[in-house]
T-cell receptor
């Protein structure tokens, strides 16, 4: 089984709808992250969480919210989706030192019409 | 200012040849890590190789090696004996220490698209 899973893998929705993307991990890491990838822009950090009670905004948090329901679960919500939120979304987990890589989920392709 | 710069949006390499993907970084932190990830067309992010700022030897992982030049703040990825399956996007990334201003988060470059020709 994959260490970091994301659901759904693909989603098409309409402008104004509320969408939740879910992430679960079995790696036992405290840190979890949500990234967004747009063509030519690399990955940009939306939100990150160092533990269940510690949630922080990243570079591009406007229009998004998150919930850390447990150490293993971190969900991303788009309260009112808009077309420019069409992107590939990644969840990742990691340890707290600079010397450890982050482990990525398979990604969720979100299209907002 | 960009913290990670990948100056090659796209590159071509002949199968079986070596290729170098460039990455420069900017940090004032003494403790940091440099990473390369591969993203094939299927979309997943695959960790390739890591170099710590205090590592004296260049990192190697199979056909991947990292040419780390600390004074120049560069961390180029070298792929030897390219294969068709190496065609993908490659991202360079950096994690600073917790005091480095980025909370120890991973900062990505914009990527280089590598195409391997048969």
């Amino acid at each position: 089984d994959a260490d970091v899973t994301q659901t759904p893998r693909n989603r098409i929705t309409k402008t104004g709808k509320r969408i939740m993307l879910e992430c679960s991990q079995t790696k036992g890491h405290d840190r979890m992250y949500w990234y967004r990838q747009d063509p030519g822009l690399g990955l940009r950090l939306i939100y990150y969480s160092f533990d269940v009670k510690d949630i922080n905004k990243g570079e591009i948090s406007d229009g998004y919210s998150v919930s850390r329901q447990a150490q293993a679960k971190f969900s991303l919500s788009l309260e009112s989706a808009i077309p420019n939120q069409t992107a590939l979304y990644f969840c990742a987990t990691g340890l707290g030192t600079p010397y450890n890589e982050q482990f990525f989920g398979p990604g969720t392709r979100l299209t907002v019409l | 200012a960009q913290k990670i710069t990948q100056t090659q949006p796209g590159m071509f390499v002949q199968e079986k040849e070596a290729v170098t993907l460039d990455c420069t970084y900017d940090t004032s932190d003494q403790s940091y890590g440099l990473f390369w990830y591969k993203q094939p067309s299927s979309g997943e992010m695959i960790f390739l190789i890591y170099q710590g700022s205090y590592d004296e030897q260049n990192a190697t992982e199979g056909r991947y090696s990292l040419n780390f030049q600390k004074a120049r703040k560069s961390a180029n990825l070298v792929i030897s004996a390219s294969q068709l399956g190496d065609s993908a996007m490659y991202f360079c990334a950096m994690r600073e220490g917790l005091n480095g201003g980025s909370q120890g988060n991973l900062i990505f470059g914009k990527g280089t698209k590598l195409s391997v020709k048969p």
